[in-house]
């Protein structure tokens, strides 16, 4: 949906998703986990990291990658 241009801007996300960068970047221990209760920012973080990939925003390891988000309450 971020490729198509179908998510919009995430404001005030900036840590969170810089921090889902770096954990993605590790050697080991790299699966980012967002838990919350509900209306904390969960989706809204991951939207935003799915933007930085469709605008480049993010190092070329991460570049094109795609991203699946999981509902557990769902399951």
Do not use: C, H, Y
């Amino acid at each position: 949906r971020a490729r198509d241009g179908k998510i919009d801007p995430v404001v005030g996300r900036d840590p969170e998703i810089r921090q889902i960068v770096d954990i993605l970047m590790r050697r080991r221990q790299n699966n980012p986990i967002l838990t919350g209760e509900a209306g904390v920012g969960k989706t809204a973080v991951v939207e935003g990291f799915a933007l930085r990939i469709a605008e480049g925003d993010v190092p070329p390891t991460l570049q094109g990658v795609s991203v699946r988000m999981l509902d557990v309450g769902l399951m």
